[in-house]
């Protein structure tokens, strides 16, 4: 039989799948979009001086920077916790996004499918009318409402068969949002005086970051960012299906509800300080998987780095399109994303297997 | 049974049932296979031969008793159930986009650690696999761009990967065309001489089920209504009723062929 030969000699063993290359790539990029994003702005800041206030911050070494406490301020209290903010965001919603794909197999599960936008959108709005001081609570009432959808979502769609699919709680997810989003509406129509902050959080927007708000969520995207990294090679193992999973030894339920409880949390934290923005956790790990290997031990790590760049470009649009004014962040993203949700799905009909 | 004789067998079936909704799709299954056993399981469509593969690898609920090495395999760890039994489904999915290696390297699952990513010890077992199949070339392309033919021996090797005694093909061969039906069950009966394997494995077409198990398990409406030798269980009246149909058993140099014929005497 032709097909079988001997092994000729002691295979030595292949490369495994290359993670660090892209990486490097997506940290370099990275490097340059925050440094780019904290120059550019109304006031026009040469690179060197943002270069030379960052300095001034690493903790073992304050040289003179010569730059006037005007511009130190612009830099370190306005820009920067602006941009690292968007960054944060940008990460989970990416990494979110990332993870969802893979757990629930589906090339267009996002953040938002599973009812977190719906669930934070009704939790800030019940945080906005219930209290005139909403801002202090609007993050965590954010993140309960989000955690709260997604955890219905998760019991509707266990229990609906009995064996957990993808689809099934895909599915769950849209009725849950749907509820949640006409709970919404509703408490807006008969609070109409408390409309405009509702609406401009909706809408999406890091304008009013700060270090404090920085603060607020890195610990969440800090466990968030390490649950999913672990899980990245149990994500390519439930690439070949579920049956096919527990067959290698693996109990797929268990590896969804890490995941997805994980992917949840960031992303929460996530919109719980920057409003919705949508469609950051479909755009970036396409592009990640169509440009480099489609391994999640590639796809997770990238789509974090990659989905910081993405959203601090995104809110750097959103300062500059209409400055002074600013377009809210959500608007940006979902004109870029339409159209790309448009191009996924035909790319998709015509070579299955995006994932 | 005699504590003894259980370890004489690898795969050892008492009273096994499974229930679909409110049907039993497996009535009362026994039966002991050997190490080094090919054992066919063969019968018409929706006999159960699925169910008994996939119940045999913990894949669907069953009452009943599944011995394998003789320990009762219920409260085994999934995880240390893998390294005992490999499975290959059906219709195994094929993530187009990953490389051959990384695919084979999947089967490496239940010798890693929970949070574990294999190592270099791992992908170059996975690739002398790749080799000795006849796939050495083809380590570094991805799945979408490879023929049926290398496919299947693809998942053949991912199953080899896991280094379990014993490997269950639910129809290993259906979607491959004549030369490349017989060229898998060529390789899988090598293999299992080489490495001592058990096979069990549901078998559509019976004259190939002939020539290679070493044994026969026939099923009907999820009972075993006959087993023994290929020459003891191809019987020409049995298998008419059983699979509903005329059937013609010849003997051709030694070997059995199962000729379907047609059910009335008109000519076309």
């Known amino acids: ?355 | 049974m005699a504590a003894l004789a259980e370890v004489d067998y690898v795969v050892e079936v008492q009273s096994l049932s499974v229930r679909y909704a409110n049907a039993l799709a497996l009535r009362c299954v026994s039966d002991a296979v050997q190490p080094g056993e090919w054992l066919g399981v063969i019968g018409a469509n929706g006999a159960g031969k699925s169910t008994l593969l996939r119940a045999l690898a913990h894949l669907v609920p069953y009452e009943g008793v599944v011995r394998i090495d003789g320990a009762n395999a219920a409260p085994l760890s999934r995880r240390h159930f893998a390294r005992l039994v490999a499975f290959v489904p059906q219709k195994p999915e094929l993530p187009q986009q990953m490389r051959a290696i990384d695919y084979v390297v999947l089967g490496r699952t239940p010798h890693l650690g929970y949070f574990g990513v294999d190592g270099d010890h791992d992908r170059a077992r996975c690739a002398s696999l790749l080799e000795r199949l006849g796939l050495g070339a083809k380590i570094e392309r991805t799945l979408g761009t490879m023929s049926g033919g290398e496919l299947q021996r693809l998942v053949l090797a991912r199953a080899l990967a896991q280094e379990a005694p014993v490997l269950l093909l639910d129809e290993p061969t259906s979607a491959l065309d004549l030369g490349r039906r017989v060229e898998a069950l060529e390789l899988v009966d090598e293999l299992r001489h080489e490495r001592g394997l058990t096979v069990i494995s549901a078998l559509h077409d019976l004259t190939l089920a002939a020539q290679f198990a070493t044994r026969l398990l026939l099923l009907h409406e999820g009972s075993v209504v006959a087993t023994g030798s290929p020459a003891e269980v191809l019987d020409e009246t049995a298998l008419g009723h059983y699979f509903g149909a005329r059937v013609q058993v010849l003997l051709s140099d030694g070997e059995l062929i199962v000729i379907p014929r047609r059910r009335s005497e008109r000519k076309p």
């Open chain 1, 1 to 355: 039989m032709n097909a079988v030969r001997s092994t000729s000699g002691p295979a030595s063993a292949p490369a495994p799948v290359s993670a660090k290359k892209p990486i490097v790539i997506a940290l370099v990029v990275l490097v340059a979009v925050v440094l780019l994003a904290t120059a550019i702005g109304p006031a026009d800041l040469s690179l060197g001086t943002v270069l030379n206030v960052l300095a001034s911050h690493l903790p073992w070494w304050h040289p003179h920077s010569g730059v006037s406490a005007i511009n130190q301020a612009i830099v370190w209290e306005i820009r920067l916790p602006r941009v690292v903010l968007g960054g944060l965001v940008g990460s989970m919603l990416a990494a979110g996004g990332a993870s969802y794909q893979g757990v629930f197999r589906n090339p267009l599960a996002d953040p938002y499918l599973l009812g977190v936008a719906a669930g934070a959108g009704l939790g800030a709005t019940v945080a906005i009318i219930s209290s005139s001081r909403s801002m202090y609570l609007l993050p965590a009432a954010a993140f309960v409402g989000g955690a709260l959808a997604v955890t219905l979502t998760y019991l509707v769609g266990s229990r609906a068969t009995s064996h957990s699919s993808g689809s099934s709680i895909v599915l769950a997810g849209v009725a849950i949002a749907a509820v949640f989003t006409a709970l919404q509406t509703n408490l807006q129509q008969q609070h109409a005086a408390d409309l405009q902050p509702v609406y401009s959080w909706m809408l999406g927007s890091l304008s009013v970051a700060s270090w404090s708000d920085v603060g607020l969520i890195l610990p969440y995207v800090l466990i968030s960012a390490v649950v999913l990294l672990a899980h990245r090679r149990l994500l390519d193992v439930l690439r070949v299906g579920e049956e096919e999973a527990a067959a290698l030894g693996v109990h797929p339920q268990r590896v969804r509800l890490a995941v997805v409880a994980a992917a949840t949390l960031g992303t929460a934290a996530a919109v719980s300080v920057s409003g919705l923005i949508g469609f950051v956790g479909i755009i970036v790990p396409h592009v990640v998987r169509l440009t480099t290997n489609a391994s999640y031990r590639v796809v997770l790590p990238v789509s974090m780095i990659s989905g910081a760049s993405f959203l601090i470009l995104a809110d750097l649009g959103a300062r500059m399109l209409d400055a002074p004014g600013e377009v809210p962040l959500g608007v940006v993203t979902a004109f870029i994303g339409g159209p790309f949700f448009i191009f996924v799905l035909r790319s998709r009909r015509t070579h299955q297997g995006v994932l």
